[in-house]
């Protein structure tokens, strides 16, 4: 069983850091749950990046039509949406 050294540091077993993928190096995130040590590798900047262009290709397929903005919106609103929609069709054509 792993014990905590003096200056706080623990030896995960060699089995439980290859089934997470720990590797040295590895940055991982350690928190308290329900009173529980929670430790999790954290994830690749490129797996991060996919998972992010994932989600945008999903967002960009279920686009559906926007509905006019009433006469009486904010301008301040009304410039924000035409913003956003610029983005969306420039992001679009890429």
Request: glycine content about 6%; overall charge negative.
């Amino acid at each position: 069983m792993p014990t905590v050294d003096s200056k706080g540091r623990i030896v995960l077993p060699q089995d439980v850091r290859e089934r997470l993928g720990i590797t040295p190096g590895t940055e991982v995130d350690v928190r308290d749950e329900d009173g529980k040590a929670v430790i999790e590798p954290e994830d690749s900047p490129e797996e991060i990046l996919e998972r992010m262009e994932q989600l945008v290709e999903e967002a960009a397929s279920n686009r559906e039509e926007t509905t006019p903005l009433p006469e009486g919106v904010d301008p301040i609103a009304r410039k924000h949406r035409a913003a956003v929609r610029r983005g969306a069709e420039n992001d679009s054509d890429e």
